[in-house]
């Protein structure tokens, strides 16, 4: 069975960053929904989606400050 080789990826304290505005602008975009009595659902789900990355890439991060440390 053939196994591809995996690269790490290099993530920067920057991508964290950037992520965490991102979701920011999306959970006041559904405060805006909110406030206009529009459905969220879709909003929800996209942040759900969007938070998990950012999780991802904070759980990157910091495996790499700890493998320099290392």
């Known amino acids: 069975m053939f196994t591809p080789k995996v690269a790490p990826i290099a993530v920067s304290p920057e991508h964290v960053k950037e992520a965490e ?4 602008r999306q959970r006041e975009f559904i405060r805006e929904l909110r406030a206009n009595g529009q459905p969220t659902a879709t909003a929800e789900a996209i942040l759900d989606s969007m938070q998990s990355c950012l999780a991802r890439v904070r759980a990157t991060v910091a495996s790499q400050a700890v493998q320099k440390t290392a």
């Not at 505005?21 to 920011?24: L, Q, T």
């Open 21 to 24: 505005a991102r979701c920011a």
